[in-house]
């Protein structure tokens, strides 16, 4: 049976996982047939996402009642609910159609930190091998480019990094899977390209030797807007949520395939006691705020889902250019 591999990047927003992205691109790694436009100050070479893939990500969240910086967990086993097997069966078709014929594609969307569950069937059920590569950037250098772009406070864009790392881990704990670390990405993406073949068992469709001067090309210093060591220059201790998030951080770059460390169970127990005091630091949450957050995300869900039965409506085209404004304002 012919191969058909699939990468997929799993990083918190602002982690760096568009740059490995199209660093996969620059070697002929399928990416489908729709992406999303780079856009100005935010992702200048591109967001490398699959715009219809991530429209249905974003449509399904919606319907449980979240969004891509929901600060609340999702429901125990959401991908079991009947009404998520539409989505399913959406997505095998965009799946299908795009990549049925690929020896390897990659698919990235932060979203699927989160939303990892509801793909295992789909890759069972195209008979794909999956392949995990996970993204590790300091967590200090992801809050400060999520406050200056979404104007987030540091503890929200904290909570999110935790949320998405956690998950992440969680769902492909026991799969195939690479740690990867920003800073490797940046400084020596040719040795990172090959690591990935070399640990995944996959042969790019342009060898990375060939492909080195488009490679060198693609990373720029100017990728790189923040830096830990300016932004938090001074600090020598964490504590509570900056604690949890830099042991998180140190913990996935000892796994990080160049570390040379083991991807033992001292790592994994380390990660697990992380998991227990999020926990404990979310039950401590006023339920008032819960109660808000809850309201709020059941107000813009609301209004996101009349906007897309309308995308989806006979009136498209007399609304397009609407939506068209509309998409240009929306944050990713």
Not at 241 to 246: F, R, V
Not at 312 to 323: G, Y
């Amino acid at each position: 049976m012919k191969d058909n591999a699939a990468l997929i990047i799993l990083g918190m927003h602002r982690s760096g996982t568009s740059l490995l992205t199209g660093l996969l691109g620059q070697v002929g790694v399928r990416m489908g047939r729709s992406l999303y436009a780079p856009q100005k100050g935010v992702n200048e070479k591109g967001f490398w996402e699959h715009e219809d893939i991530v429209d249905t990500h974003d449509e399904l969240l919606l319907h449980l009642h979240s969004q891509w910086d929901d600060l609340l967990p999702l429901k125990d086993k959401w991908w079991e609910d009947e009404m998520v097997q539409p989505y399913v069966a959406r997505l095998q078709s965009l799946v299908k159609r795009d990549f049925s014929e690929a020896p390897v594609w990659a698919l990235k969307d932060p979203r699927m930190c989160r939303l990892l569950p509801l793909w295992m069937p789909i890759f069972k059920a195209r008979q794909i091998r999956p392949v995990f590569i996970c993204m590790n950037r300091n967590p200090f250098e992801v809050t400060a480019s999520l406050q200056k772009r979404d104007r987030f406070s540091r503890e929200k864009a904290l909570v999110l990094w935790l949320s998405h790392t956690l998950s992440a881990e969680s769902y492909s704990r026991g799969k195939s899977r690479i740690f990867i670390d920003f800073d490797q990405v940046v400084t020596d993406p040719v040795r990172i390209l090959q690591t990935i073949e070399r640990e995944t068992g996959i042969v790019f469709p342009i060898p990375v030797n060939e492909a080195s001067e488009k490679i060198a090309a693609f990373v720029s210093p100017d990728l790189r807007h923040h830096k830990a060591n300016e932004i938090d220059a001074g600090t020598t201790q964490y504590q509570g949520l900056e604690g949890m998030a830099y042991e998180l951080y140190s913990a996935l770059r000892e796994k990080a395939v160049e570390s040379g460390s083991p991807h033992g169970g001292n790592l994994d127990e380390r990660i697990d006691n992380i998991v227990a005091e999020f926990a404990s630091y979310q039950k401590k949450w006023n339920p008032e705020l819960i109660e808000q957050i809850r309201y709020l995300n059941q107000e813009h869900a609301d209004y996101r889902i009349k906007f897309f039965r309308i995308y989806r409506s006979l009136s498209w085209l007399l609304v397009k250019p609407f939506w068209l404004i509309e998409k240009v304002l929306r944050k990713y």
